[in-house]
Antibody, heavy 118, light 107 residues
Framework: EVQLVESGGGLVQPGGSLRLSCAAS????????MHWVRQAPGKGLEYVSA????????YYANSVKGRFTISRDNSKNTLYLQMGSLRAEDMAVYYC???????????WGQGTMVTVSS | EIVMTQSPATLSVSPGERATLSCRAS??????LAWYQQKPGQAPRLLIY???TRATGIPARFSGSGSGTEFTLTISSLQSEDFAVYYC?????????FGQGTKLEIK
């Protein structure tokens, strides 16, 4: 079964840092670009970051550029999102996702909640 | 960045009736358009990709149409489990921007 499991969310103070992980299983992780999408409480979906299959290309939304770093370890089948200088507006559920059978995102994790508060 | 605009923000429809949701792109995305359904507390679920192709396991009452900048998701004969929030997403250009969502509620 193709599966994505996020972890690492929690409560962090404004200005703090957090690293999210996304453990992948059931598919050849190193063959797929990986994505992070977030959803603030009661709000819509926001595309955050992406990384190519070999890690050579990355993308960041303007809202997180310079503060977040996406990376992957293909030997561990794991995707990461290092988040720094966190702000209240970064508070959201963070999902990792892939286009497995299709170009659109057909596989999503369950999400991990990041709360930014003092 | 391509901006996706969905309308209406909220749609009230009775069970058994048809629902039509719209999505407009700020520039052409060809047919690289997806629709997702999201229920409270759940991750989004892919319904439609390529503007009109149903993903695996999606009932035939869901259909998508359009190309370029104008797209439609139609749900014929609404079932109770269809009341949710629906998002469109273009994946023609990175980033794969999402619309703001349409909440489909019971009338």
């Amino acid at each position: 079964e193709v599966q994505l499991v996020e972890s690492g969310g929690g409560l962090v103070q404004p200005g703090g840092s957090l690293r999210l992980s996304c453990a992948a299983s059931g598919f050849t992780f190193s063959s797929y670009a990986m994505h992070w999408v977030r959803q603030a409480p009661g709000k819509g979906l926001e595309y955050v970051s992406a990384i190519s299959s070999n890690g050579g290309s990355t993308y960041y939304a303007n809202s997180v550029k310079g503060r977040f770093t996406i990376s992957r370890d293909n030997s561990k089948n794991t995707l990461y999102l290092q988040m720094g200088s966190l702000r209240a507006e970064d508070m959201a559920v963070y999902y990792c996702c892939i286009g497995y059978e299709y170009d659109a995102f057909d596989i999503w994790g369950q999400g991990t909640m990041v709360t930014v508060s003092s | 960045e391509i901006v996706m605009t969905q309308s209406p923000a909220t749609l009230s429809v009775s069970p058994g009736e048809r629902a039509t949701l719209s999505c407009r792109a700020s520039q052409s995305v060809s047919s690289n358009l997806a629709w997702y359904q999201q229920k409270p507390g759940q991750a989004p679920r892919l319904l439609i990709y390529g503007a009109s192709t149903r993903a695996t396991g999606i009932p035939a009452r869901f259909s998508g149409s359009g190309s370029g900048t104008e797209f439609t998701l139609t749900i014929s004969s609404l079932q109770s489990e269809d009341f949710a929030v629906y998002y469109c997403q273009q994946y023609n250009n990175w980033p794969g921007t999402f619309g703001q969502g349409t909440k489909l509620e019971i009338k």
